[in-house]
């Protein structure tokens, strides 16, 4: 079983900057990602970015090629969503998820945070 706690989230101007985290632990295997995703009110959950642990390998959506960075800090078995140039419509409930398949696509996912929220607002 994995488990994941996201935090890092709050209320951030626009164009404002803010990174997000992403704690893993429990029994993980040995070939596995993490996906970032966002929910806002009334829409579906959106894939963001996601990285493959053991090599690092990334993809993004192309909603936020450029403005976000994943990262992740192996020792510390945490994954990071750097989040520049933020917009009012990035609003939203931010999930990470586990799952052995590198994508962004929700339904792959099977383990899921609780999410953090973000609000980008004057």
């Known amino acids: 079983q994995v488990q994941l706690v996201e935090s890092g989230g709050g209320l951030v101007q626009p164009g404002g900057s803010l990174t997000i985290s992403c704690k893993v632990s429990?029994?993980?295997?040995?070939?596995?990602?993490i996906g970032w995703f966002r929910q806002a009110p009334g829409k579906e959950r959106e894939g963001l970015s996601c990285?493959?642990?053991?090599?690092?390998?990334?993809k993004y959506a192309d909603s936020v090629r450029g403005r976000f960075t994943i990262s992740r800090d192996n020792a510390k078995k945490t994954v990071y969503l750097q989040m520049n140039s933020l917009k009012p419509e990035d609003t939203a409930v931010y999930y990470c998820a586990a799952d052995e398949n590198l994508g962004v696509v929700a339904a792959e996912y099977h383990y899921w945070g609780q999410g953090t929220q973000v609000t980008v607002s004057s």
């Open positions: 990285i493959r642990i053991i090599d690092g390998d990334t």
């Open positions: 429990g029994r993980t295997p040995d070939y596995y990602a």
